[in-house]
């Protein structure tokens, strides 16, 4: 059975910096994608950030945290990690890790099967 652990969130000041981690078991972690998603209350789920499992990854990102936020992977340690930098009060939400077999769009939380139990960010102004 899949399972996702994200852990790294907190409260930070806006410009502040934060490294959300996600240790994964149960499967092959470098054969699948890596994503990262936040809901903030009130709203949808939104994509963030996904890394591929190839050799030489590729990298997709949200306009809204472009350049502000990378997504890395250890595939030893079987974690993705989300480092963000710049922290804007818009930030705050639940962040969630996600894989799966995505076959579509890298951005679908559809896409993804399997789903953390999400870390709280919360950015203060």
């Known amino acids: 059975q899949v399972q996702l652990v994200e852990s790294g969130g907190g409260l930070v000041q806006a410009g502040g910096s934060l490294r959300l981690s996600c240790a994964a078991s149960?499967?092959?972690?470098?054969?699948?994608?890596m994503g990262w998603f936040r809901q903030a209350p009130g709203r949808e789920r939104e994509f963030v950030a996904a890394?591929?499992?190839?050799?030489?990854?590729?990298?997709y990102y949200a306009h809204s945290v472009k350049g502000r936020f990378t997504i890395s992977r250890d595939n030893a340690k079987n974690t993705v990690y989300l480092q963000m930098n710049s922290l804007k009060t818009d930030d705050t939400a639940v962040y969630y890790c996600?894989?799966?077999?995505?076959?579509?769009?890298?951005?679908?939380?559809?896409?993804?099967?399997?789903w953390g139990q999400g870390t709280q960010v919360t950015v203060s102004s």
């Open positions: 996600a894989t799966g077999s995505v076959a579509g769009s890298w951005d679908l939380p559809d896409e993804y099967a399997y």
């Open positions: 890394i591929s499992w190839r050799i030489g990854n590729t990298y």
């Open positions: 149960g499967h092959t972690f470098s054969n699948y994608p």
